[in-house]
């Protein structure tokens, strides 16, 4: 089991308990250590990370193979592949996702702390939707 370097986020929400376990972080990433990526995005929600091997710049001791770890009380699925394209690789975790919300991510996000609370009290105030879209702050110089 790995362990974080941040305590956990708060579990609760307008004094209810939150389900965390309904949201399912999906991440494309190429050549990163996975675990280290994980504490990297400061994720703390079940994730399917999709890692695309290439190259000549694989970590050192990265294998294509399939691996299930938790974090915390946290699983995050790291799929390990040799093949390249983001949308092979978002099309990857989607079909590999198991969870009733799902939220795609790149390798270069840091999420808040409290995300997984905030993202699913959204959905839980619009149960008419399908599909919400949230703004994000842009790291410095990834502005588009």
């Excluded at 965390?20 to 990297?40: C, E, G, T």
């Excluded at 770890?69 to 590999?96: M, P, W, Y």
């Amino acid at each position: 089991m790995l362990k974080r370097n941040r305590p956990l986020p708060r579990r609760k929400r307008d004094g209810e308990e939150m389900d965390v376990n309904r949201l399912q972080i999906l991440v494309s990433a190429v050549n990163k250590d996975p675990h280290r990526l994980i504490n990297s995005m400061d994720i703390a929600s079940d994730a399917i990370i999709v890692n695309q091997l290439i190259g000549d710049e694989v970590p050192a001791g990265v294998v294509p193979a399939d691996q299930e770890n938790e974090v915390d009380e946290f699983k995050a699925r790291i799929l390990n592949r040799q093949e390249k394209g983001v949308g092979l690789s978002r099309n990857t975790a989607l079909e590999a996702a198991d969870h009733e919300i799902i939220q795609f991510g790149d390798d270069d996000i840091v999420y808040d702390e409290g995300y997984a609370e905030t993202i699913l009290a959204e959905f839980d105030a619009h149960p008419e939707a399908d599909v919400l879209v949230f703004n994000v702050k842009a790291q410095e110089g990834r502005e588009t």
